[in-house]
């Protein structure tokens, strides 16, 4: 079956810092999808991406969609306590019936204030 | 708006009883919805993907007839795991794709199912 590569799988920095995550596949995905997961809760959409080459941001968060559709990243700029969590990449193939999402198996960050 | 909730958030059963977990789209309709597992410090791996006013689609290794599914309106999809055991004992998320929208999931809160 399909599988995402996630790395790193935790990260410690310190308050103001920037991080970079990222996800590789061996499949080709029609959209790259960012969640953020926090104790006890669902996972909430950060940033979703559905053109190869494209780069998105959301505040302080960018994430890019890789060329060959096989990889994306995500960058946190000036992180803050309130970042901590863990962060899933996803892969949907989209289209059709075929609304599937293949999970990476998450970076958790944690921010040292 | 796109909010999904789920009932209950915690639950704590017996051994070979049955547990009733209920997703509900608050601000959309929802054709389709998914149900996930996660074991702690894992990822979500995807349960089934229930279809309105169809049966569900269960992916490989997951027992259809222990984790019933049902999609009655385009606002409700209940699961309901059949005589639990201990080894069901998980967080379970659902999420849901808007009719008509893109195939953007938004997902539940989750439900803490623990069984003695």
């Known amino acids: 079956g399909q599988q995402l590569n996630q790395s790193p799988q935790s990260m410690f920095i310190q308050e103001g810092e920037d991080v970079s995550m990222n996800c590789t596949s061996s499949?080709?995905?029609?959209?790259w999808l960012w969640y953020k997961q926090d104790p006890g809760e669902g996972p909430v959409l950060l940033i979703a991406l559905y053109k190869a080459g494209e780069l998105t941001s959301n505040g302080r968060l960018t994430a890019q969609f890789g060329i060959t559709r096989k990889d994306s990243f995500l960058n946190i700029s000036a992180s803050i306590p309130s970042d901590v969590g863990i962060y899933f990449c996803?892969?949907?193939?989209?289209?059709?019936?075929?609304?599937?999402?293949?999970f990476g198996k998450g970076t958790l960050l944690t921010v040292n204030p | 708006g796109a909010v999904v909730s789920q009932h209950p958030s915690r639950v704590i059963c017996k051994s070979g009883t049955s547990v009733k977990i209920e997703c509900r789209s608050l601000?959309?309709?929802?054709?389709?919805m998914f149900w996930y597992r996660q074991f702690p410090k894992q990822s979500l791996m995807l349960m089934a993907t229930s279809n309105e006013g169809s049966k569900a689609t269960y992916e490989q290794g997951v027992e259809k007839d222990k984790f019933l599914i049902n999609h009655a309106s385009l606002t409700l999809s209940t699961l309901t795991v059949t005589s639990a055991h201990p080894e069901d004992s998980s967080f379970y998320i659902c999420?849901?794709?808007?009719?008509?929208?893109?195939?953007?999931?938004?997902f539940g809160p989750g439900t803490r199912l623990t069984v003695l």
């Open positions: 601000d959309f309709q929802a054709t389709t």
């Open positions: 996803a892969g949907q193939m989209g289209g059709g019936s075929n609304y599937k999402l293949t």
């Open positions: 499949s080709i995905f029609n959209t």
């Open positions: 999420s849901a794709t808007q009719t008509g929208g893109t195939d953007t999931q938004y």
